[in-house]
């Protein structure tokens, strides 16, 4: 346990300073050891539970005070008294810490949109309920929108935006190097491979391995079932899958999939290796909206006005369907929203990727100004709903009927079992609602 083990090398390197500190009579290091005790009983204090840490605490309250009653003489030499007492107390310290299997686990979560925040929040779940044996910390980190040239735009961080029942840590406030937490579990597979956005240098796998015992990831996305080796590869050969120590998907059939692709187009080549390393144990995803309520979320009042008494259609746009299709992209969001906007039975829910506006930036800028040009004439039209909101799940669990692009919102919206349409970018057909 990464607690337990650093506890104990701070206890060691008391152990050393108070041995340096008899033998040059300083009462200077004194002063330093009862201040590093100090912080190593606070962090027995967080990393074991109550009961657990009621034997320690009176321990280390006595040691602090042997400590203090060394320097309490006139001689410039140490109260010897004082110093064998507190040697013991010290060294007894150690052994009960040796044998203590009770430490917590420091599980840390570093999501960076808020809106991909589904794809770690069951985990986090089972990890905050679990007061006794772990500490869960979310710490939301910034990432910037790139420019075409690769250069940053600007930098964002959507700590305000989280659900108010997570609480969130501020990014600069926490030195992981020094936490090392047990397990970090993160949801961003690219490292500096992403065009769009890239959160900071020090976030990236390959650094984060350095800073905890195990480095998990968990992929933002689901993809639809089946697949095929070849339209996933792009997927799975990603820098944090090199880089985790596990990497967990949303069904067996995925890790079979993705376990075959790495035995064959990477160097280790070796099946057992992956096996261990991919698990197909399921995305939070999937539990998220399978859990939901509409009574679990805040509705606008003008978005209530909008639905009242009519069908809700979820209209979902994604990148891969836009970078594909840029040339059409603006005439089908004019078309659709002419079928929508008259019709006094059905309500419009647009819900555009989160990226959208920077993956336009970033990559197809000469059409960025018609596109945003479009959404502002949709949002001042007031006749549909805008949801740029981090919140996918109310759009699903609020929406009767999905309508839009194939992407991983496919996957989640046909868990609930509700009608769903695929639009087409090559031709235009009156939709039938």
């Known amino acids: 346990m990464a607690k337990k083990q650093r506890v104990l090398e701070s206890l060691r390197m008391v152990e050393s300073e108070l041995r340096k500190a008899a033998k040059t009579g300083s009462k200077k290091n004194a002063v330093n050891i009862r201040e590093n005790l100090t912080a190593i009983r606070d962090v027995c204090r967080v990393g074991l539970p109550e009961n657990s840490y009621a034997k320690y605490g009176e321990i280390y309250d006595g040691l602090i005070l042997a400590v203090e009653q060394m320097t309490k003489v006139k001689e410039l030499r140490l109260n010897e008294e004082a110093f064998s007492l507190s040697m013991d107390l010290l060294q007894y310290l150690i052994r009960i810490t040796e044998e203590e299997t009770g430490f917590k686990k420091d599980i840390v979560f570093l999501p960076y949109k808020a809106s991909m925040w589904d794809s770690l929040e069951s985990v986090w779940k089972a990890a905050a309920e679990?007061?006794?044996?772990?500490?869960?910390?979310?710490?939301?980190?910034?990432?910037?929108?790139?420019?075409?040239?690769?250069?940053?735009?600007?930098?964002?961080?959507?700590?305000a935006d989280y659900p108010i029942y997570v609480p969130t840590l501020d990014w600069r406030s926490v030195d992981l190097k020094e936490l090392h937490p047990d397990v970090i579990f993160i949801h961003n597979p690219y490292?500096?491979?992403?065009?769009?956005?890239?959160?900071?240098?020090?976030?990236y796998s390959k650094n984060l391995r350095e800073y905890t015992d195990e480095l998990v990831y968990i992929p933002y996305f689901v993809l639809d079932e089946p697949c095929t080796e070849e339209s996933i590869e792009h997927f799975v050969l990603t820098p944090v899958v090199f880089n985790a120590d596990k990497v967990i998907v949303q069904s067996e059939t995925m890790r079979e999939l993705y376990i075959n692709i790495l035995s064959k187009k990477t160097n280790q080549t070796d099946r057992a290796y992956w096996e261990k390393r991919i698990s197909g144990a399921g995305s939070p995803k999937i539990d998220k909206v399978l859990t939901s309520k509409k009574e679990d979320?805040?509705?606008?009042?003008k978005w209530k006005q909008l639905v009242k008494g009519k069908k809700i259609i979820l209209y979902n746009t994604s990148l891969t369907t836009m970078l594909r299709n840029s040339d059409k992209v603006c005439d089908k969001l004019r078309y659709v929203f002419d079928v929508f906007r008259n019709r006094d039975d059905v309500v419009l829910w647009w819900r555009p990727h989160p990226l959208m506006k920077s993956t336009f930036h970033s990559m197809r800028p000469e059409i960025e100004k018609e596109y945003l040009k479009i959404e502002k004439q949709y949002i001042?039209?007031?006749?549909?709903?805008?949801?740029?909101?981090?919140?996918?799940?109310?759009?699903?669990?609020?929406?009767?009927?999905?309508?839009?692009?194939?992407?991983?919102?496919?996957?989640?919206?046909r868990a609930t079992g509700k009608p769903m349409m695929m639009q087409s970018m090559y031709e235009i057909k009156q939709m039938l609602l």
């Open 130 to 159: 679990d007061e006794e044996h772990c500490n869960a910390y979310v710490i939301p980190i910034p990432y910037a929108d790139l420019n075409p040239d690769g250069s940053v735009a600007r930098w964002h961080c959507e700590r």
């Open 191 to 203: 490292d500096d491979e992403n065009r769009v956005t890239s959160i900071e240098t020090r976030y």
């Open 297 to 301: 979320f805040v509705m606008p009042g």
């Open 380 to 413: 001042e039209e007031g006749w549909g709903i805008y949801d740029d909101t981090p919140d996918l799940h109310r759009a699903i669990c609020w929406s009767d009927a999905y309508y839009g692009d194939m992407s991983s919102v496919v996957t989640l919206y």
